[in-house]
């Protein structure tokens, strides 16, 4: 795709959140599954319900720009979550593992922060207003989800790995 204007650049980002969001989509399981903090399992859990419907959401956005739905890939999340997966197979107590888990998905959740809040942003500047609902929406999910992550970390997780040297 040729990006020209603006909205060729909303349509860009946006089918790259797609296949972003499908992939995080396909690693939210395995990162359910090696959590030993039965809070980080819920928020993981949480997430990939929010994540689905952020898939939807991206549906949405492009038909109502009249785009065919189909995803670019995201290179960038398949990198964060190839960094990630080094987490997965650490060598480590749960405690510190779990503090490996929440710092690889606290990235995640920046890097879709950025990604909503440039959508949004641009959604409003073109005038999209229903797309920019939509775009808000997911972003604060993920703000949501990043928030609860660093409570997570800060009240339960951080102390139990710290607690480990000792």
């Given at each position: 795709?040729?990006i ?7 349509i ?13 989509i ?27 419907l ?40 749960a ?23 440039s ?9 999209e ?27 339960v ?10």
């Amino acid at each position: 795709m040729k990006i020209q204007t603006l909205s060729d650049l909303m349509i860009d980002l946006v089918r790259d959140m797609f296949d972003a969001e499908k992939q995080l989509i396909k690693a939210l399981p395995k990162m359910v599954r090696t959590a030993s903090s039965p809070h980080l399992r819920r928020a993981f859990e949480t997430h990939m319900e929010e994540t689905k419907l952020h898939v939807h959401r991206l549906e949405e956005v492009l038909e109502l720009l009249g785009q065919p739905i189909r995803a670019k890939k995201c290179r960038a999340m398949q990198c964060l979550l190839d960094e990630g997966k080094e987490f997965f197979e650490l060598d480590a107590p749960a405690d510190v593992k779990d503090a490996a888990l929440i710092a690889a998905a606290q990235k995640i959740e920046h890097y879709e922060i950025a990604s909503y809040g440039s959508l949004r942003t641009w959604a409003g500047l073109l005038g999209e207003f229903p797309i920019k609902k939509l775009l808000g929406d997911s972003l604060a999910e993920e703000k949501r989800t990043d928030e609860l992550l660093t409570e997570i970390a800060e009240n339960v997780v951080n102390a139990n790995a710290e607690a480990v040297a000792h």
